[in-house]
Nanobody
Framework: QIQLVESGGGRVQPGGSLRLSCAISGNKFSPFSVGWYRQAPGKQRNLVAHIISGTNTKYSDSVKGRFTISRDDTKNTVDLQMNNLIPEDTAVYYC?????????????WGQGTQVTVSS
């Protein structure tokens, strides 16, 4: 059974930094893509960043230059380094992985981790 478990969320003041980590387990193949999404109260879940290979990354305009996504296939992890955080970054952050299961690509999600940016 494939599982994604996030860690690293918390409360931070504006201008601060947090690092989120997602541990993937139970997969037979390395993920085709991994990413982070976020959902603020009353809003839809939106892409923050995703990565397909070491250089094939995509970021939402709102986090470009502040967030960095990275993956380590040897450890089966995907991290999100978040710098210069602003209150608008407050949301539940979800890890996502698209993984080949032998019968096609399937979407997997973590349970989410809360990030609160407030003074």
């Amino acid at each position: 059974q494939i599982q994604l478990v996030e860690s690293g969320g918390g409360r931070v003041q504006p201008g601060g930094s947090l690092r989120l980590s997602c541990a993937i387990s139970g997969n037979k193949f390395s993920p085709f893509s991994v990413g982070w999404y976020r959902q603020a109260p009353g809003k839809q879940r939106n892409l923050v960043a995703h990565i397909i290979s070491g250089t094939n990354t995509k970021y939402s305009d709102s986090v470009k230059g502040r967030f960095t996504i990275s993956r380590d296939d040897t450890k089966n992890t995907v991290d999100l380094q978040m710098n210069n955080l602003i209150p608008e970054d407050t949301a539940v952050y979800y890890c996502n992985a698209v993984i080949e299961t032998g019968s096609g690509l399937d979407d997997y999600w973590g349970q989410g981790t809360q990030v609160t940016v407030s003074s």
